[in-house]
């Protein structure tokens, strides 16, 4: 690597929303609660595909965040940050109704 050419990590994206950030904590809590109330290994699999649900649509909301932060157009702007939010949301219901109606 020479003077001349940028360091590989100068081009990294970074996510400065704080409703990304909130989404991912809340992915974590409910991931620990959900881990929390798995007392006995008999309903291990349940845990494990709540898990797998948390980390799925967590990576989901990063790709749509890092998408629309990609994006230039005003109106798609708006409809992308509107569709972050929905899903968002929707996800976080999701995984409350998921973790917490046994």
């Known amino acids: 690597m ?3 050419t940028p360091h590989p990590l100068t081009r990294m994206a970074t996510i400065n929303k704080p409703d990304f ?3 991912i904590g809340a992915c974590v809590v409910l991931y ?6 798995t ?6 699999s349940r845990h494990i595909a709540n898990g ?8 989901a909301g ?4 890092l998408v629309s932060s990609i994006i230039k157009n005003d109106k798609t702007i708006r409809v992308l940050a509107i569709a972050c939010y929905v899903f968002e949301i929707g ?12």
């Open 2 to 4: 020479t003077e001349e």
């Open 39 to 44: 007392p006995d290994l008999a309903d291990m």
């Open 52 to 59: 797998n649900y948390i980390v799925g649509l967590a990576f």
């Open 91 to 102: 996800t976080v219901i999701f995984l409350l109704l998921r973790i917490f109606n046994r």
């Open 62 to 65: 990063l790709l749509l965040h």
């Open 21 to 23: 950030w909130i989404f």
């Open 32 to 37: 620990i609660c959900d881990k929390l109330t």
